[in-house]
């Protein structure tokens, strides 16, 4: 029989990629709990989500991720993040779930790190430097308190920099792939507009980072960190060399003012010897392969978008389909 799991924010980048991770799973011992309508700060909506069947297991993916909305309404991304996350604890306590709970985080809650403390491993103490890192270790420290209190096994997972097809192009790596996408089909001029294309990140596919989440449902620790990361510092410099070799394309670089962060880190990778130890897991989708999946899906959808702008502007043009 079939292990029952709830996901949050089933309706996200990840969350979309998970769903299509069990569809494509043959033999997968997961039977998803059919997506509701719920609120993380409307601990009702929460109760009746569960009030037809307790899961065995829940991956917490939802939450305000979005680092420059964390700035803009800090207290909202802590009302989501934090408080969503109490409430949803507290809803599953209220259903009897006594399951596997793994709790997304993410990597940013190290903030600055020396040079001579990489590659960053869970042993590094936290130093959030935004709203929204302070949000996710705060989630994070709210979990493991659980996890000694609560006849549960929580685990926390500590995600780097994850991309793949269908990720929201104010991500960096998507909007450069959405740029290239855009100056091949000619509905661009070839200037890249980027922010600091000199810093470094950790970057991993989306779809590892889901074989990452199901290992650790199955073998991570009860109130243990991981982190989910390539181990490979790449620069972003090299990615936007390596995209436009696969595009095919020459161009131009222009820094825009306004996609610079604040309070950024040079350089970021991490280590995921822990996760590789305890479960087994180890990246299986190279950068390149990764990169090439995020082109074609852009192409196709900025062309896909171009032909409906263009169907419409017929449609609606001068003299054409409009009331006299």
Not at 240 to 264: C, H, K, V, Y
Not at 265 to 293: A, C, F, H, M, Y
Request: aromatic content about 8%; glycine content about 8%; overall charge neutral.
């Amino acid at each position: 029989m079939k292990r029952r799991l709830l996901v949050t924010g089933v309706g996200g980048f990840v969350g979309g990629h998970l769903q299509q991770w069990l569809a494509n799973w043959s033999d997968s011992p997961w039977q998803l709990v059919p997506p509701r309508r719920h609120d993380l700060t409307n601990p009702a909506t929460l109760d009746a989500w569960l009030a037809d069947a307790c899961p065995d297991a829940v991956i917490h993916l939802a939450g305000q991720t979005f680092v420059p909305e964390a700035f803009r309404d800090p207290a909202r991304t802590l009302q989501v993040n934090v408080l969503g996350t109490l409430n949803l604890l507290e809803a599953l306590k209220r259903r009897g779930f006594d399951g596997t709970f793994l709790y997304v985080s993410s990597g940013d809650v190290y903030g600055q790190v020396a040079e001579a403390d990489l590659p960053i491993t869970e042993r590094q103490p936290p130093q959030p430097r935004n709203p929204y890192a302070v949000s996710k270790l705060s989630a994070e420290l709210l979990c493991l308190q659980w996890s000694h209190v609560e006849p549960w096994r929580i685990i926390v997972a500590r995600p780097f920099n994850h991309i793949g097809v269908g990720q929201n192009a104010s991500f960096v790596v998507s909007s450069i792939a959405r740029q290239l996408a855009r100056m091949k089909l000619g509905l661009q001029e070839p200037v890249l507009q980027v922010g600091d294309v000199d810093v470094t990140r950790d970057f991993l596919d989306v779809r590892d980072v889901l074989n990452a989440y199901f290992l650790l449902l199955e073998k991570g620790r009860n109130g243990e960190i991981y982190n989910v990361c390539s181990g490979q510092e790449r620069r972003i410099r090299d990615l936007i060399t390596e995209m436009s070799r696969l595009a095919e394309m020459e161009l131009e670089i222009a820094q825009d003012p306004a996609r610079l962060r604040r309070a950024d880190q040079r350089r970021v990778v991490g280590s995921s010897d822990k996760l590789q130890n305890e479960t087994g897991w180890k990246p299986g989708i190279t950068i390149t392969e990764t990169l090439r999946s995020l082109l074609s899906d852009w192409e196709n959808r900025e062309r896909k978008k171009n032909e409906q702008d263009s169907s419409y502007h017929w449609c609606n043009g001068p003299g054409r389909g409009l009331p006299r």
